[in-house]
């Protein structure tokens, strides 16, 4: 079992070229596995964790309904923003700058093999990640993400998940809402929860925050629970 995880920080990219670089290290990964599986071999499998910021744009996720975009072609061009339906679990989202978007790209067989935990762990490290600056989050039944006040009718989503997995290698992941312009989701029913308030760090705090702290907290803390070598 192979726990070494390269980490890589995109900055700010295109959408389509970050789906494209992760659709690649996902297939070289599966070709390995089918490879080890097909000829007996036991090469190693690469994990990576990539935190990638993203310029205005909607996902619309396999199970998704197209109707919870709220915008046609003009008012996308007017809020200098794009659109993809994609291969990821999950229904609509949203992620811009701001937004610390996680991709980590593991083969679970390195891991463990247990998709719902890998989704609360993930969770989990954004929880904590929030506790370190005095934020109580946790999770709302029935519904995947981290959320503030879930229980009650002040119940809001500060970080959505959404996630592709095959033969145990992982893409797609999480979006935590860190400094991101929250009116971009009033264009969306979030998710498919029309019912329910998204927040962020800086709404939750009144300041911004810095990206760059945040994220080493954040990656601190997926790397401890999974006990992950970052390099």
Not at 16 to 37: C, L
Not at 103 to 131: G, Q, S, V, W
Request: charged share 25%.
């Amino acid at each position: 079992m192979n726990k070494k995880v390269q980490f890589i920080d995109w900055g700010l990219t295109d959408y389509q070229e970050a789906w494209d670089k992760q659709e690649q290290i996902f297939n070289q990964t599966i070709a390995v596995k089918t490879n080890n599986r097909n000829n007996g071999t036991q090469v190693e499998t690469p994990n990576y964790l990539v935190f990638v910021e993203h310029p205005h744009v909607y996902t619309l996720g396999k199970s998704g309904h197209p109707e919870n975009l709220l915008l046609d072609e003009a008012g996308l061009i007017e809020k200098e923003a794009t659109y993809y339906k994609i291969n990821r679990g999950g229904d609509i989202t949203y992620h811009g700058p701001g937004q610390i978007v996680g991709y980590p790209i593991l083969d679970l067989d390195n891991f463990f093999t247990d998709i719902h935990l890998y989704l609360r762990t993930l969770e989990d490290a954004i929880i904590l990640t929030l506790k370190d600056y005095g934020i109580e989050a946790g999770r709302s039944p029935g519904f995947t993400g981290v959320w503030l006040d879930a229980d009650t009718d002040k119940a809001r989503k500060i970080c959505a998940m959404g996630v592709r997995c095959s033969r145990w290698v992982t893409m797609h992941g999480f979006a935590f809402n860190v400094n991101a312009d929250l009116n971009y989701f009033k264009n969306i029913v979030p998710c498919g929860i029309d019912d329910k308030d998204v927040t962020s760090m800086q709404r939750e705090l009144g300041r911004v925050l810095d990206m760059d702290e945040v994220k080493g907290k954040l990656k601190g803390h997926i790397a401890q629970l999974f006990q992950m070598e970052l390099f």
